[in-house]
């Protein structure tokens, strides 16, 4: 297990559009639940920041490690030095957040 200040920090950006055509009156709940779901995701490696994307100029993900943004190809390299694929990650993480729409909205209309 890595120590707090070595945890890959992802910051991971949601589109209001992900939750469909009223995204805009939803994406800050979902964020937030998205969030609450997700402390079990790679606990011991990754701590993830889930916001909304209101400025599509900003990329989808960002990644820090020990406060200091890294580019894709470092965070790709700092998983591969762990034994964990990036776009292995990704997926689950796209994965994740797509069922969670579905819960997300059961539980809230």
Known sequence: MLAEHQLLNITYRIEPGTL??????FIEGFCGFLMNQS???YPQVIRLNIVPRYDKSLPEKDFFVMKKHISYE???????AINLDIEDIEDQLDDRTSLMVDDYFAQHS
């Open 20 to 25: 469909g055509s009223n995204g805009m009156d």
């Open 39 to 41: 402390q079990d995701f």
């Open 74 to 80: 470092q965070a790709e390299k700092y998983l591969q």
